[in-house]
């Protein structure tokens, strides 16, 4: 959470460390921009020689900054969020490391591959190369994986991994819908690309149906990110209608 820390206003940050008893943590400087998730800041990711190359090895930079906020206390575990992250770190050897995975990262590379145009597909089955072995390289010496997809937790093959499935942020308690309801809530943020392509694919072979069956039906949409050519998508499928980013998301569930 260092980098997404940086960006939270102070009130937040207050809040956050009242609620959860939290002590936060902020790297001064600031982690350079990409540091967790690229080879270093500056590289291009879609390159070819660059593919997978966050997944390959430590980033130095990156993994110093976190040694030495980690050094300045004793803590018993870190909880690292992504494979990426955990990869340009490595800190598994001198930590109990509880990662959460989210989704399966090999798995969602190879559905990339699939509807990728033909061009892309070498550069990214070099990355998934590079993201296979850091699954081997790294998983089995973690204290504990979480994945968002229950059905993926067999197929780790691993026996410290169990669900961990996403769920909104609702700070009040909601009722449940009425029954004999027609409208279809799809929230999400549409920044990461595998959201905005299930999206795309839910509209072509889902939603078309369901409006067709259904004329009366309604589509919300939400979340933050969304680019204007899939915002055009969501006008033009009948009974769909996109929000934008939303203050109170449980509004949007009653």
């Known amino acids: 959470a260092l980098k997404a820390a940086q960006a939270f206003p102070e009130a937040q940050r207050e809040a956050l ?16 921009a990409g540091a967790l998730t690229r080879s270093g800041p500056g590289r291009r990711v879609g390159s070819w ?32 969020r992504y494979l ?39 550069m990214l089955r070099r990355e998934l190369s590079h993201v296979r072995a850091a699954m ?28 961990l499935e996403n769920r909104p942020l609702i700070q009040r308690e909601i009722g449940a819908p009425p029954r004999g309801g027609s409208t279809v809530l799809f929230v999400g943020n549409w920044g990461y690309s595998a959201n905005r392509s299930s999206l795309d694919w839910f509209l072509r072979h ?13 589509l919300l949409v939400a979340g933050p990110g969304m680019g204007s050519g899939m915002e055009r998508r969501i006008r033009q499928a009948a009974g769909a209608e996109y929000l934008g980013f939303q203050d109170d998301i449980a509004s949007l569930y009653e």
């Open 17 to 32: 460390r009242a609620q959860f008893n939290l002590k936060l943590v902020l790297p001064e400087p600031p982690l350079p």
């Open 49 to 80: 020689l660059d593919a997978g190359r966050r997944f390959a090895r430590p980033y130095r930079p990156a993994a110093a900054r976190l040694e030495a906020l980690l050094d300045e206390e004793q803590y018993d575990a870190v909880v690292v």
């Open 84 to 122: 990426r992250a955990l990869a340009v770190t490595d800190v598994s050897d001198r930590y109990s490391v509880l990662l959460d995975l989210d989704d399966n990262p090999a798995d969602r590379l190879e559905r990339r591959i699939e509807v990728a145009h033909p061009i892309d597909r070498p």
């Open 136 to 163: 081997d390289a790294h998983l089995p010496r973690t204290a504990w994986l979480w994945l968002a997809n229950p059905a993926d937790v067999p197929r780790i093959g691993l026996p410290h991994v169990s669900a």
């Open 206 to 218: 889902v939603w078309m149906r369901v409006s067709a069956a259904h004329p009366a039906a309604q």
